[in-house]
């Protein structure tokens, strides 16, 4: 079902569980208006998960950011205060805050000293429409840091928000027939990080082969290449620089 801002949602079109008390969960694009309205803000495709009991709008033409709570961002910081680090996620939204302390065994001996440009992978902790959305860097049923941090090194891409969703699926091959990273570990090791707001940082170690790694994700995501078309971007890359 394809929608546009300010369309209300079928009750039908809703995902329901076997368990009715169990709450929906709305994900990106999407807006309750209290008492029960829920309205999309960007134009795009209805989804659903009914496993899950969550619903999200995927935008065709990548469409623009809105933090939701718990997901997870590649944010840079923009500038620091005297607690906290102010990090954009998207050109769209205000600047996030970062708590100083918000990483992993951090206090004011240990905590990251970090400067303007500075990437961190980071779960959004609060987002409302009204206020400054707020990062950490730990996950919030652990309180470790799981995978979240300073991200040192490596470059970073903008894919479509719809590649990003893809990519952070659990299984991407299967669920989102996305290989493009699959094929390019096959031929070396390298590391990323995906944001849910649309960016990709790439690690390989050396500048060649991190370029070839994010040159192939973006080039998919431009392309909307099948998985045939993956592999063979994959192969030409690598060719064309070498490795």
Known sequence: MF???????PPEELPTSANPAA??????????VPPALITPT?????????????IWVESNNGGRYIPV??????????????DYYHCAISPHTPLAQLSQLAFENAN????PMLGPGALVYARVSM???????????????????EGLGVLKGGMVWDVSLAMA???????????????????????????????????????????????????????TDQRRLDVEGQKKVVKRIWKELGL
Do not use: Y
């Not at 709450?23 to 309750?32: I, T, V």
């Not at 709570?69 to 005297?82: F, G, L, P, Y």
């Open 23 to 32: 709450p929906l969960k709305l994900g990106p694009g999407l807006r309750h």
């Open 69 to 82: 709570t718990n997901d997870i961002v590649v944010a840079t910081v923009h500038h620091s205060s005297m």
């Open 3 to 9: 929608l546009l801002p300010g369309d209300q949602i």
């Open 108 to 111: 004011k001996k240990t905590r």
């Open 165 to 219: 969703r893809r990519l952070m699926m659990p299984d991407p091959v299967l669920q989102g027939g996305v290989v493009v990273l699959r094929e390019c570990a096959e031929k070396m090791a390298f590391e990323v990080a995906v944001g849910r707001n649309g960016r990709l940082w790439v690690d390989a170690g050396e500048v060649r082969k991190t370029l070839a790694v994010g040159r192939a994700v973006v080039e």
């Open 127 to 145: 987002a409302h429409k009204h206020m400054d959305p707020e990062l950490e860097c730990v996950q919030a049923s652990t309180g470790r840091a």
């Open 42 to 54: 960007i134009a795009g495709e209805l989804c659903a998960d009914r496993k899950k009991k969550a």
